[in-house]
């Protein structure tokens, strides 16, 4: 079992920025990728950004390429996921995500989900 905790969600202004934190705990001994979704009201969950276990690997969703970084920090089992130039579409609930193979785009191939954070843009 993995436990994920996300945090740095809130509120801010078009054009801004947030980091948004995931930390691990449980298996984490075990290698996993990490992902981050958005879920907006309304929509279904979809992709923002993935990371390999060795952090060699970036994906990102188009609507988010050049904006966001997904990084980790293994010893501290945390995953961030900075957000520059925030656009009001950017709001919705972001939840963070481990998976120990398969693809990293669909959410069915992740294993762990967190509880999710809140980020809304204002314009």
């Known amino acids: 079992q993995v436990q994920l905790v996300e945090s740095g969600g809130g509120l801010v202004q078009a054009g801004g920025s947030l980091r948004l934190s995931c930390a691990a705990s449980g298996r984490t001994s075990s290698s996993y990728a990490m992902g981050w979704f958005r879920q907006a009201p309304g929509k279904e969950r979809e992709f923002v950004a993935a990371?390999?276990?060795?952090?060699?690997?970036?994906y990102y969703a188009d609507s988010v390429k050049g904006r966001f970084t997904i990084s980790r920090d293994n010893a501290k089992n945390t995953v961030y996921l900075q957000m520059n130039s925030l656009k009001p579409e950017d709001t919705a609930v972001y939840y963070c995500?481990?998976?120990?193979?398969?693809?990293?785009?669909?959410?069915?191939?992740?294993?762990?989900w967190g509880q999710g954070t809140q980020v809304t843009v204002s314009s």
């Open positions: 995500a481990a998976k120990f193979s398969g693809s990293y785009y669909p959410p069915y191939e992740y294993d762990y």
């Open positions: 990371l390999s276990w060795s952090g060699v690997n970036a």
